[in-house]
């Protein structure tokens, strides 16, 4: 770790945290890979479910599109194994600050990615970077305004982590009743879909990432883990191909 590095954590050890959302349990959607269901305040009467995946290997947690836990939530998580790594793979970093002050977490993320202020990435997430756990890999997103990843963990016959990319709503419980209406109007509550809001805001003027896509689904997958919703298990790249036509055309 750099001196740079280090004196970030420093600082950030001594700011306030992002208070703590309420969230659900800790449960188990595959082998040695759990998700939590967190929540976050868009603005006032706004607040919408977020999803945590933890992901367990060798004695330590690699936490994606991290959620702060409640006390008793945290001592279950750290039960599991250390508090290792956090993944910043899109824009859900609100959390980050705790786990690296509190735990020491190193944080990943992709080169350019706008972090929380005080914190700098440990490590890039980038083409043929060498990632915490050995059957994970990386994805970057070629044409997005902002950087974007995504991780294709090469278990149970491959999991595709991301974060408003790629979103698995079934229900819109955990929202407040105007997040509901909302969600619903733009458009959530479909398998493996394309985050509306986050395709509009990503999309360059005159582009398309359509590509991006394509290339994503081409990974070998079978669930997903998204940023929003829940695990969609077995039939992810099938209703993801249809997700791609849907939004772009046949």
């Keep these: 770790m750099s001196t740079e590095q280090s004196s970030d954590r420093a600082a950030v ?3 306030d945290f992002a ?5 659900g349990p800790i449960t188990k959607a595959f ?3 759990y998700v939590v269901q967190g929540t976050v305040d868009m603005a006032p009467l706004v607040r919408i479910t977020r999803q945590m995946a933890i992901v367990v290997d060798d004695g330590q947690l690699t936490l994606v599109n991290a959620v702060r836990l409640s006390p008793q939530g945290e001592a279950e998580l750290t ?3 250390e508090i290792a790594h956090v993944m910043h793979i899109g824009t859900h970093g609100m959390d980050d600050a705790y786990y690296v002050a509190r735990h020491g977490a190193k944080l990943w993320a992709p080169a350019g990615a706008k972090l929380p202020d005080g914190l700098s990435a440990d490590e890039l997430i980038g083409p043929g970077a060498t990632l915490p756990v050995a059957e994970m890999t990386p994805f970057l997103f070629e044409h997005t305004v902002d950087p974007e990843a995504a991780l294709l963990l090469a278990r149970d016959g491959g999991i595709l982590l991301t974060c408003d990319s790629v ?3 079934e229900s819109t419980e955990g929202c407040s009743l105007m997040a509901k209406a909302a969600a619903r109007a733009m458009g959530f509550l479909r398998p493996a879909q394309i985050g509306p809001p986050w395709r509009k805001r990503m999309t360059p003027a005159g582009g398309s990432l359509r590509g991006d896509f394509e290339r994503l689904a081409a990974l070998d997958f079978a669930h997903l883990v ?3 919703g829940v695990p969609l298990r077995d039939v992810a790249k099938q209703r993801f191909a249809e997700t791609i036509r849907r939004v772009y055309g046949a």
């Design 13 to 15: 050890a001594h700011d």
């Design 19 to 23: 208070p703590l959302m309420p969230h």
């Design 31 to 33: 082998d040695n890979v």
């Design 79 to 81: 039960a599991l194994g």
């Design 167 to 169: 979103q698995n709503w």
């Design 226 to 228: 998204g940023g929003h």
